[in-house]
């Protein structure tokens, strides 16, 4: 089996980097983080900010909104100088990719190596012209005259998204393009080993790399990763890591370009003329080198039948020779001891394959009674049978923690498995028995509950908040049922949180609509809202009438006008006219006793004076409504006929 390296003493564990997002330079903390663990010790190495999606939408509007100059040159020099940076404190950074990805020190030395050969690539690629030109003059047909062709690279943002395995170089072969073709950039690292793309940032700002080209956010994929494939400032989207993942993204990020770097199958093939001691070695190397967490390694060994023995043979030397333990050793342990568990595995099969094809009649092949199961949340036992047959030994191992296997044995059998209670969202594990998967789903074992189940604000609205308490890796949601009512805070998280809203002034009647948070509901309840009427009012324009100078026998008409300027109806009870002149006025109009006057309705009074005699005439008219009484006052001269 593998061989346990001898470490030195472990070094003290460094304080945990509390790191922020780099968002067009600025460091960008969140109320929420993430913890970043060693696979290894299980310690915290650091924490990052769990970003929200507006966080995600900012760092991309950024990008948008920032149109690149950098000449060719520019862009060779900022690649060479992060090459020349990232080299100068390669011991720094392996020991980082060491801490938060669990490969050995040996593997993320040469992993530091690859990203500084990638900017050195990247950079002498930004200097290389690759227009043609072409003659046309080669037929009879043709014309003396030159074509020139030049491609022209994307310009626009892209979004990146990487995975776990080599959390510097993966992340350098998506950003180093990107400079060297005068793009815009935003990172979304894996949260399980974010920390060496967050250096990676300061050493290109150093560099001189504009930041605006370049953001990182960290976070939770669940919360921001549809945010990455579907923002409207992305042209383009490039990803590294599973099928599953690559076939979501490639039907959500639609009319986007798409780079999905997905891995493979990866086989080695042993003919019967080969070197059996070289192809062993690569077979080991291929399988186990970086604990075997590379999408280049060897997963498949198709081998020659004449030879099929002595290969397995030497495969199973070099197998047990390998060594894991501590990753930070710098003796050189290639596996960490969690690796170790499944290579021990595969090592038992190979010894399974060997002594089943002795003789050249017989081999052991594994089946199990079903392909899965589906478990309840609370924690539990149960078993699945195997059948292979006699003589053939089997092994079964656990990829989660929560999941537990039991004893291998030898022939068919059963392998009984147990499973932790569940507090948080579904999971699911695998369990492998002889190479053959059983998926275990466990169901949710999320509760939530709100701090209260309901409220009323007043009709002029306001804003409010309401605790929701559940595990800290359950989900939920927040939205509301009404225009009217809107949440203010995120609308989506894991962990207790703190859901604030805002609930718009009321215009109307009393009403009520829910917030749903964590499938629970929250009832908001409005007060109706309470219109104070202002009383009718009698409002006359103009207050008086002068008809100036008219002859003794003749007539002239004026008119003003009543209005109700106030709420309510205004209802006129008399019109009167009054003083010593008031026969030489007379009243008319559609003012009348008894009109009614809606609020903002008006009637006129028309007046007309015909005076009996010379000289000064007055009168006025009493108007009384139901709300006050007000006077129209009346003025004119009589004067003689041909004389003013």
Not at 91 to 116: F, Q
Not at 146 to 173: C, D
Not at 401 to 409: C, D, I, M, V, Y
């Amino acid at each position: 089996m593998l061989t346990a390296a001898t470490s030195p003493p472990l070094q003290v564990q460094p304080a945990p980097r509390a790191e922020a997002m780099r968002i067009a330079g600025e460091r960008v903390h969140a109320p929420r983080t993430l913890d970043v663990l060693n696979p290894y010790t299980n310690a915290v190495v650091g924490t990052v900010p769990r970003a929200s999606v507006d966080d995600v939408r900012r760092a991309f509007a950024i990008a948008r909104a920032y149109k690149p100059r950098l000449t060719r040159f520019e862009r060779y020099e900022i690649c060479r100088r992060a090459s020349d940076l990232i080299r100068s404190r390669a011991t720094e950074l392996s020991a980082l990719i060491t801490a938060e990805c669990g490969i050995c020190v040996k593997d993320s030395l040469y992993e530091v190596g690859r990203a500084c050969d990638v900017f050195t690539f990247a950079g002498h690629a930004a200097l290389q012209d690759d227009g043609q030109v072409f003659s046309c003059d080669l037929t009879p047909h043709g014309k003396s005259r030159k074509v020139y062709t030049l491609r022209e690279p994307l310009l626009g943002v892209i979004s990146a998204i990487t995975p776990f395995n080599h959390p510097l170089n993966q992340v350098a072969h998506k950003i180093a393009p990107s400079i060297a073709t005068n793009n815009r950039m935003v990172l979304k690292p894996t949260e399980k080993t974010p920390l060496s793309a967050l250096v990676l940032a300061d050493i290109l700002y150093e560099a001189g790399l504009p930041p605006p080209m370049l953001s990182i956010v960290t976070g939770d994929p669940r919360e921001i990763a549809d945010e990455m494939l579907v923002n409207p400032d992305v042209d383009l989207v490039t990803f590294t890591g599973g099928v599953a993942v690559g076939k979501y993204i490639a039907g959500k990020a639609v009319y986007k370009r798409q780079v999905l770097e997905l891995g493979g199958n990866d086989p080695i093939i042993v003919m019967e003329d080969a070197d059996l001691d070289e192809a062993a070695t690569l077979a080991a190397v291929g399988s186990y080198k970086n604990s075997g967490q590379r999408c280049t390694a060897v997963k498949r060994m198709l081998v020659h039948e004449r030879v099929a023995d002595a290969f397995v043979e030497r495969l199973l030397a070099r197998t047990r020779a390998w060594t894991y333990g501590n990753p930070a050793d710098p003796l050189g342990s290639t596996a960490t001891a969690d690796v170790a568990r499944v290579h021990n595995q595969n090592a038992q099969a190979v010894a399974n394959f060997r002594a089943s094809t002795q003789g050249g009649s017989t081999s052991c092949s594994w089946s199990l009674a079903a392909s899965g199961a589906t478990v309840a949340a609370p924690a539990g036992s149960a078993s699945v049978g195997v059948t292979t047959q006699t003589g053939c030994t089997w092994n079964a191992a656990s990829n989660a923690s929560w999941l537990t296997a039991g004893a291998g044995g030898s022939g068919p059998g059963t392998l009984a498995y147990s499973y932790t209670a569940n507090s948080g969202p579904a999971r699911i594990g695998t369990l492998t028995v002889a190479g053959v998967a059983f998926t275990v789903s466990q169901a949710s074992g999320c509760t939530y509950a709100l701090g209260a189940s309901s409220t009323s604000v007043a009709s002029a609205g306001g804003s409010g908040s309401v605790a929701l308490t559940t595990s800290s890796a359950c989900p939920w949601t927040a939205g509301s049922s009404a225009s009217w009512l809107t949440v203010t805070s995120v609308t989506s998280g894991t962990g207790s949180a703190t859901v604030s809203y805002m609930v718009a002034a009321n215009t109307g009647a009393a009403r009520s609509a829910n917030l749903t948070i964590g499938g629970l509901t929250f009832l908001v309840s409005q007060a109706a809202v309470t219109i104070t009427q202002a009383p009718a009012t009698a409002a006359l324009s103009p207050a008086a009438l002068d008809f100036g100078s008219v002859m003794v026998g003749k007539s002239l008409a004026k008119t003003a006008t009543l209005t109700n300027a106030g709420g309510g109806t205004l209802t006129i009870s008399s019109l009167s006219p009054a003083g010593m002149n008031a026969s030489e006025f007379s009243v008319g109009g559609t003012c009348a006793a008894n009109t009614a006057l809606a609020a903002g309705q008006s009637c006129t009074i028309s007046i007309t004076f015909r005076p009996a005699a010379i000289g000064t005439r007055l009168a006025s008219v009493a108007i009384n409504t139901s709300s006050n009484a007000t006077t129209l006052m009346l003025s004119g001269t009589g004067r003689k006929s041909g004389r003013k």
